[in-house]
């Protein structure tokens, strides 16, 4: 496969990922938004911001900025997607194209400010239903060979960073380590993070309802059957590299490693000692994925031409 393809391919998903978690991330808060007092929300759209990625400060209406900042992240996204899919038209299915296409011209019409004013909500649910159907698509009409492999590389990369990085803020504003029962609004708080991560009734099949901080933190990170926790995602996204690793006869002995690393973080370090310092776990876990992000683009985007002329 020519690295150009498999680059489209990896940030066509990624950046269509990045939509659909940041479309979600805002749901989830407006809605809550109505359980809350108006002098708690600047804390929680802050919050927003830098669970969205945002570095900048933010200087007057908490709640506007961070409107503003998935509106534009979310339609940015989406055309970003669309047009790394343009470039690869011939390596993805009519299916796949007219999907993502249709998405690229509803997001246009719903993002502009008046719609979103009006009827946020109209465009974060369609965000939300044109990506999970998107990736249906992706699954049912295209084969899954290496470009297949490249997208579910993007899709859970970009999965792993986000989650961990909404798991860390959270964690550090609402986790305390007494034993003191949490009040109504922190109970609300918690059903937020995982909703946010479409985990609140999937959790609730695995402890029941009884909502305890390191129950959901235990089931975000290191649970190995729920698609959007940090461990299944890992587990994707090793397995993808494998497979390319094996289509393409190339030797990336670092990226092996880097992998391993990873999953080896998710899959022996002791739930206690996570809960001890969550946020340096978080911040080693993202950047072992930077790392693999930058091995992926050596080994299979810009390598040199005397590295393919060894295989």
């Known amino acids: 496969m020519l690295s150009r393809v ?4 990896y940030w066509m998903s990624r950046y269509l990922e990045r939509a659909e978690h940041c479309a979600r991330i805002a749901g989830v808060h407006l809605n809550l938004m109505l359980e809350h007092e108006p002098a708690s929300q600047d804390r929680r759209w802050w919050r927003v911001l830098a669970a969205l990625g945002s570095s900048e400060p933010v200087e007057g209406d908490a709640f ?3 409107q503003s900042y998935a509106l534009d992240q979310i339609v940015d996204s989406i055309a970003a997607a669309r047009d790394n899919a343009r470039q690869v038209r011939e390596q993805i299915s009519s299916e796949m194209w007219e999907q993502l296409n249709r998405l690229f011209h509803e997001s246009r019409r719903m ?3 008046e719609f979103w004013g009006a009827q946020p909500h109209d465009l974060l649910i369609t965000v939300v239903q044109s990506a999970h159907l998107f990736q249906g698509i992706t699954d049912s009409t295209m084969i899954h060979g290496e470009g297949w492999q490249f997208i579910q590389m993007g899709r859970f990369m970009e999965r792993v960073q986000a989650t961990a990085r909404l798991i860390d803020l959270h964690f550090a504003e609402f986790f305390r ?7 109504a609004s922190e109970h609300m708080e918690w059903i937020g993070l995982l909703r946010s991560c479409t985990a609140f009734e999937s959790y609730c099949k695995v402890y029941t309802a009884d909502l305890r901080p390191e129950r959901v933190a235990e089931f975000l990170l290191l649970n190995d059957e729920f698609p959007h926790s940090v461990r299944f995602a890992v587990n994707q996204l090793r397995k993808s590299l494998g497979a390319v690793h094996e289509a393409t006869a190339r030797k990336p002995d670092r990226l092996d490693k880097l992998a391993g690393r ?5 899959s022996y370090t002791p739930l206690e000692e996570i809960m001890s310092n969550l946020h340096e776990f978080s911040l080693n876990i993202r950047r072992l994925c930077g790392n693999i992000h930058a091995g992926i683009n050596q080994v299979y985007i810009t390598y040199p031409v005397e590295a393919a002329l060894e295989i």
């Open 64 to 66: 506007a900025a961070a």
């Open 262 to 266: 990873l999953t080896a973080a998710l």
């Open 111 to 113: 993002g502009t400010p």
């Open 6 to 9: 498999a680059d489209n391919l």
């Open 177 to 183: 380590p007494s034993a003191e029962a949490m009040n």
